[in-house]
């Protein structure tokens, strides 16, 4: 019985070391993403020479404050919805594109009206690390296409 006990606690501290020292390369992968794209979102201003008023370059985070968690604010003051689960209501119609557009159509948008930069490339790797963090923005939400903003 004793034996037994000990056995298994020998499994689980060797399973527990295995795992944590051996992450698997595609959870590396993704959480490195997510990191490139928060650092993307709050220091890149995608070539724009645009300043804030307090003669800051412009990055997403000058709209989406605190990385997108919570209500952004336009220059002028204009309250904009958080990111929190942006990653789980696209693919939506835009009315004043007179379409349905994916997240990625979303940023670039951002990127060229908002922060009047060069947007990244569909496909790109930076894409795919901003997407990667919106996504884990949006952890646990509801997935609802076409669904309303946080
Ligand atoms: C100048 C301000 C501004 C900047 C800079 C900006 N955005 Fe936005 N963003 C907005 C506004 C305003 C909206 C809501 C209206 C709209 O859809 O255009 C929005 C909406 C969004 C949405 C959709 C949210 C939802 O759930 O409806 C995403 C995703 C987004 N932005 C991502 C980004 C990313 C990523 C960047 C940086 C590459 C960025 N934005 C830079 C102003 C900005």
């Given amino acids: 019985m004793k034996n037994s006990r000990i056995t298994i606690l020998v499994g689980a501290v060797a399973f527990a070391v295995t795992?944590?020292?051996?992450?698997?390369p595609a959870s590396v992968a993704l959480s490195q993403a997510v990191q490139k794209g928060a650092h993307i979102f709050?220091?890149?201003s995608f070539g724009s020479h645009e300043r804030n008023a307090r003669g800051q370059h412009?990055?997403?985070?000058?709209?989406h404050i605190d990385g997108g968690r919570v209500m952004g604010r336009l220059p002028n003051g204009k309250r904009i919805p958080s990111l929190v689960n942006a990653a789980a209501i696209f693919p939506r119609y835009n009315p004043k594109m007179h379409k349905v557009i994916t997240l990625e159509t979303q940023i670039r948008g951002c990127v060229m009206n908002g922060l009047l930069g060069h947007p990244p490339a569909y496909g790109s790797q930076t894409m795919a690390d901003l997407v990667s963090y919106l996504g884990s923005l949006a952890h646990g939400q509801r997935v609802m296409i076409g669904g309303k903003p946080r």
């Fill in 19 to 24: 795992t944590t020292a051996f992450a698997s």
């Fill in 42 to 44: 709050n220091t890149d």
């Fill in 58 to 63: 412009t990055t997403c985070s000058t709209c």
